[in-house]
Each structure stands twice: as C-alpha cells, then as structure tokens.
T-cell receptor
Framework: DAGVTQSPTHLIKTRGQQVTLRCSPI?????VSWYQQVLGQGPQFIFQ???????GRGNFPDRFSARQFPNYSSELNVNALLLGDSALYLC??????????????FGDGTRLSIL | KNQVEQSPQSLIILEGKNCTLQ??????????LRWYKQDTGRGPVSLTI?????NTKSNGRYTATLDADTKQSSLHITASQLSDSASYIC???????????????FGTGTRLTIIP
C-alpha cells in the first residue's frame, strides 16, 4: 500500500504570494494532520482534520488554512507568504482521531522556500 | 505549557558502539510517548510508542524506556550502524476526552551521526 504522499516535493515562492500544499493519506486513514518543521527544529502542529472537520489548530496565524475532502485527502493553504514561512511542511495520517496509541504516518513533506 | 526537551542536541559515535538519547517532558494530560527517526529530507518514521503503564519497549536494536513518575524517557541504540545516522525525535501525546482532541508536542530532536 502507498504511504502518505505529498505534493509538490519542493516549491519556491516569493513574499506575498499564496501557496497550496496537498496530501493524500494512507488508504483507510481518516485523520490528517499538518506540521511545519523549520530547519533544525522539531515539527510544530498546524492543523488536524478528522472526517472532514477541523479537530485541532496550533498557534499559527489566520494566513494558514486547511481543508479535508470527502476522499480524506487534504490541502494546506498559506496566504501572504513571509520569509519565515520557509520550512518543511509535513502531513501525517492515522486511522483514528486520537488517543489510539497508534502511530501517525508521515509523508516526506513539501520543502517550501520563500525568496 | 507543554514542553519536550531532548539531550544531547547532537551526538557522534563510532559504528558498532551503543548510545542513549534522553527526553524530558512536561505534558499534561499524558497519553503516550513516541520516538521517531527522521532521515535528512524525509518524514519521521515511528520507532516506538509507550503508554503510561509501559516502562520499556523494543524495536530491533532500538529500546525505549519510560519513567512516568519522573517524566523521563530514553532511547537506547545497540550496535549502531551507519544507517542509524538521523535525527531522533521524542513526541509526547496529550489527550483531552472533552472534544476528543489529541495534541502532540515534539522535541527538537537529537542529531546522531555514526562514523565508520
């Protein structure tokens, strides 16, 4: 079975632009979470979606938004890009909402660079 | 504030040697603790998950321990191999039954380099 897939793998944008990142979870997984990982740091939680509803939000500005589709894939949108948004954006999926003691499965991320 | 602190920040050891990575956390309410391995340019891969009642769990040459009283965990790597070179991230899960939300707090990781 395919793992979590993310697209694109790399992306270069300029300040002020908007970007959309995409994630396809493992087949059968209904929960998708998004993380931002700045170089040298651990991932920071952005959003969690379960059954197409937002179930959690991290401490990120309103420029960040996301949604989950009926097939459980997800998009992360970032508006008015800043230099500080340069990071690896990770998507993780699991088959339950939470407290399952099951691991989240991560994709390899989208490397976003802001010029 | 929920926090996860890892030490050391980086570690270099010879191939074949053992090493131990540390994780201290202040996360409440505690649900489970996870260790992930992250190769450069890749997403994290789960190594172990331990709940409150578990104090040790192994995955091949990786053995994790958990002391829920002192809120400490360690990851021991035995007979290291070159492929063990990666970042190792400690992640603690907090779960609130109200709303059914799970929140993961990530450490900043330990960068392990194995040299031949």
């Amino acid at each position: 079975d395919a793992g979590v897939t993310q697209s694109p793998t790399h992306l270069i944008k300029t300040r002020g632009q908007q970007v959309t990142l995409r994630c396809s979870p493992i087949s059968g997984h209904k929960s998708v979470s998004w993380y931002q990982q700045v170089l040298g740091q651990g991932p920071q939680f952005i959003f969690q979606y379960y059954e197409k509803e937002e179930r959690g939000r991290g401490n990120f500005p309103d420029r960040f938004s996301a949604r989950q589709f009926p097939n459980y894939s997800s998009e992360l949108n970032v508006n008015a890009l800043l230099l500080g948004d340069s990071a690896l954006y990770l998507c993780a999926s699991s088959d339950v909402q939470g407290n399952s003691n099951q691991p989240q499965h991560f994709g390899d991320g989208t490397r976003l660079s802001i010029l | 504030k929920n926090q996860v602190e890892q030490s050391p920040q980086s570690l270099i050891i010879l191939e074949g040697k053992n090493c131990t990575l540390q994780c201290n956390y202040t996360v409440s309410p505690f649900s489970n603790l996870r260790w992930y391995k992250q190769d450069t340019g890749r997403g994290p891969v789960s190594l172990t998950i331990m709940t409150f009642s578990e104090n040790t769990k192994s995955n091949g040459r990786y053995t994790a321990t958990l002391d829920a009283d002192t809120k400490q965990s360690s990851l021991h790597i035995t007979a290291s191999q070159l492929s063990d070179s990666a970042s190792y991230i400690c992640v603690v899960s907090a779960y609130t039954s109200r709303g059914g939300n799970e929140k993961l707090t990530f450490g900043t990781g330990t960068r392990l380099t194995i040299i031949p």
